[in-house]
């Protein structure tokens, strides 16, 4: 446990390579970025041991914490805060898979920000907070502590979305995505205080330890109030509808920004939450009924937006979004299930196999994300353009993208034996074993169905869009990119064929990453899948319908984009064009963001303003203006005769004297 | 012996004539007149229950008091002087400076 021991340092050391960017990147080739690569790589291999010592290990949660903040003890409740960290096999699964990325998008952004001159040591001084704040939610051993990098990250996608600060669109974009976030965020702490209030206590190895738990008279309502408020936080941070709007705005940042975003961390970290929270969360089968819910139909609806955006990158953002959507998906149908299952193990084994659906498919999806993103980052690189139209017959210049993001493609539509087919299934799967307890998920299911139809034909819209067709103006200029860039693009898409692979590990394998829930409620490694799965898998008939689904849709986009021999020309005249234009201008929900904005944000700013104005000032004036008037009418006493004056000393001694005679005792 | 009551009813009625004369008389010379008046019929009271009480303490009041009369007297002289040479006037209704 030599490593492990060091665990809080992997936050720190980004740290060191951002004051060293910040103290000598003026003088520094690439704005001091080296320093962020080395330390982002030495943090990386950090990671990676921790990961190791911990998968080697016996599998129970490492932790240890350091008192923070002690205010004492106040009614009877101790009000004290920890920091520290806490590895398990969530940790340990996500430290992997976020500090690769982030590694490699660094190492890109060598050659994808080479271009930018001054700003670059911004640039990467930015990016190396933003990978503190997403390895420190990660290794955090409260939520105290994650709610702070969870802020740091925040506050970072404001700086690196209005990274082109000078451009109106990126800074509105900024705002937009800090403000929407922010809802999630202030519903985290509502969430964080609530969870206080019912356990006394933030730290991950009591709260997820069931025998601390049963120790307590647990208050249901505050607990399904926390689980809510968590999952707000999610929803937030995930962009999950119907606060989605702001990463499609995202997109006005640098694409390495992009792939960072959607790839590694923020968005992820909402799943991530969720995740983290799963011990506490299935207790209550609402709330997993509302992320079920609020996963799948994000999943179909952003998925909708992809299908005819010309904005190769805003096409991605909607995948995101769409993918995202899945994970929640299969998190609440895992949830659903054992939080109905009782003491019923097969039950609880296929729960179990949806939450593992879940945080696979972030694994999965984190890969082939970055990797499409980072592709469409060269693509960009080569031809100064996001809009996919002037783009066209790009493959013969950019052979190793094209190959990549086909390989990318391949994966995020669910074509075996790339990584996103393994999770998907078992995404499917779950709602269909969840269907099968509550049959209204069976809706979920055909939702999701129809979703993995729309990612195969969005993505080979692309696809096509952009390396086949007729070579365009813009590719006659094209080349390719540099080393720096396509060497982290070929890692990624070797991932992307391979980590759907780890369920089949031979002892062990994926399952054995993910920890389930035992009867009593205890957190244990997950039995290994297997190579009987695989067989379980291609005799049933789901697998067969995502899969017909996945190919019908890639069959649509061939014939539509590369042969043109279909034409998808009906969906964009006369009447048709109503739907058209619907999903382009977003499900109008800009717009709405406007109107609420405008119309409530505004309104009840303008409520304040006249409270405060007329009702505060008002009653604080209206005081004034009394004994202004009181005043101005008694001052006429003052008349200024030194006899006036005299009278009525002379007349006010007279009375009080009769009084004093007449009822005091001084006679 | 004259009664203590003839006394203090002598005080009273001197304190009365010159409260009324501080009152209602308009040259500020004559109310302060008026005003020595009232300070005299406060000695007079002090002279008479020092004699009828037996101790010293009142006489020396008295003497106080009258030293302080005169002091007040050439403090007051001096400010009617002022008056009479910036406002050309000691008429007490023309003097109300100290208005609203």
């Known amino acids: 446990m030599t490593f492990t021991e060091y665990t809080w340092l992997i936050p720190l050391i980004p740290i060191i390579g951002l004051l060293l960017a910040a103290a000598f990147g003026k003088k520094t080739p690439e704005g001091g970025g080296y320093f962020v690569v080395g330390a982002v790589a030495v943090a990386c291999f950090v990671s990676l041991m921790v990961a190791y010592e911990f998968f080697t290990g016996d599998g129970s949660p490492v932790y240890d914490t350091t008192i923070w903040i002690d205010l004492g003890t106040i009614n009877g409740t101790q009000y004290q805060f920890e920091m520290g960290y806490y590895v398990d096999y969530l940790t340990a699964l996500l430290l992997i898979v976020v500090s690769i990325l982030c590694t490699l998008i660094v190492i890109y952004s060598l050659g994808y920000m080479h271009e930018e001159g001054e700003r670059k040591r911004r640039y990467y001084v930015e990016i190396a907070l933003f990978i503190t704040g997403m390895l420190g939610m990660v290794v955090a051993s409260n939520y105290l502590t994650a709610f702070v990098f969870w802020e740091i990250m925040g506050l970072c996608s404001y700086l690196l979305i209005g990274f082109w600060y000078y451009k109106p669109s990126a800074a509105k974009a900024a705002k937009k995505a800090f403000l929407t976030t922010r809802i999630g965020d202030i519903s985290f702490m509502l969430g964080i205080i609530a969870l206080f209030g019912a356990f006394g206590t933030l730290n991950y190895h009591e709260l997820f330890n069931p025998e601390f738990i049963e120790s307590f008279e647990v208050n249901y309502g505050l607990l399904l109030f926390a689980m809510l408020c968590f999952f707000g936080a999610a929803v937030g941070k995930s962009a999950q509808f119907p606060l989605h709007d702001w990463l499609p705005d995202a997109m006005e940042g640098p694409t390495t920004v992009s792939a960072l975003i959607h790839a590694a961390t923020m968005v992820k970290a909402g799943v991530y939450l969720v995740a983290r929270s799963f011990p506490l969360m299935v207790d209550t089968p609402e709330v997993m009924i509302v992320i079920a819910v609020v996963g799948g139909f994000t999943a179909f609806f952003a998925a909708t937006q992809a299908l005819n955006n010309f904005n190769i990158k805003r096409v991605l953002a909607y995948s995101t979004i769409s993918q995202l959507g899945f994970m929640f998906l299969a998190l609440g149908c895992g949830g659903y299930i054992i939080a109905t299952a009782g003491t019923d193990e097969h039950l609880l084994e296929v729960g179990n196999a949806g939450y593992m659906a879940g945080v696979f498919h972030l694994m999965n999806h984190a890969f082939f994300k970055a990797l499409l993103f980072l592709s469409a980052g060269a693509v960009i690189h080569a031809v100064h353009t996001e809009d996919m139209r002037k783009m066209g017959g790009l493959s013969k210049k950019l052979k190793i993208t094209s190959l990549v993001m086909l390989i990318g493609a391949l994966a995020i539509a669910g074509i075996p034996p790339f990584s996103g087919f393994w999770s998907k299934d078992l995404i499917l799967e779950s709602t269909i074993a969840a269907a099968e307890v509550n049959s209204w998920f069976w809706i979920l299911y055909i939702a999701a169905t129809v979703t993995a139809f729309m990612t195969a034909f969005y993505m080979f819209r692309l696809w096509f869009m952009t390396f086949k067709g007729e070579e365009s103006e813009a590719a006659h200029h094209a080349h390719e990119a540099p080393a720096v860039m396509w060497a982290p693009l070929v890692v990624l898409a070797i991932a992307a064929c391979i980590t759907g692979l780890f369920l089949l590990g031979p002892d062990g394998g994926l399952p054995a990453v993910i920890y389930t829930v035992s009867p009593e409620g205890n957190a244990i490694p997950g039995e290994t899948l297997g190579l009987g799965w695989i067989e379980k898998l291609f005799t049933a008939w789901p697998t067969y319908v995502s899969l017909a689904m996945a190919t019908f849709g890639i069959g649509i986009a061939y014939l539509a984009y590369y042969k043109k021999t279909l034409s998808l020309d009906f969906f964009a005249k006369g009447s048709n064009r109503k739907v058209y234009d619907v999903l382009q201008r977003r499900y109008y929900f800009p717009e709405f963001y406007d109107f609420v904005g405008e119309k409530g944000m505004y309104g009840l700013a303008r409520l304040v303003d006249f409270i405060d104005r007329k009702v505060v000032d008002g009653v604080v004036n209206a005081i004034a203006n009394v004994a202004v008037g009181t005043s101005g009418r008694f001052r006429k006493a003052q008349t200024g005769f030194t006899q006036t004056y005299a009278a009525v000393i002379v007349a006010a001694v007279s009375v009080i004297l009769v009084l004093l005679y007449l009822f005091a005792e001084v006679r | ?100």
């Open chain 2, 1 to 100: 012996m004259i009664p203590q009551e003839y006394f203090l009813a002598l005080g009273a009625i001197l304190f009365a004539i010159g409260a009324f004369g501080a009152l209602t008389r308009k040259n500020a010379i004559v109310v302060l007149m008026c005003i020595e008046i009232m300070l005299n019929a406060a000695n007079i009271n002090f002279v008479t229950f020092a004699v009828f009480s037996g101790g010293a303490a009142g006489q020396v009041f008295a003497l106080f008091s009258i030293a302080i009369a005169a002091a007040e007297v050439a403090i007051g002289l001096a400010i009617l002087l002022n008056l009479q040479k910036l406002q050309d006037t000691i008429e007490l209704q023309d003097l109300n400076l100290l208005r609203w």
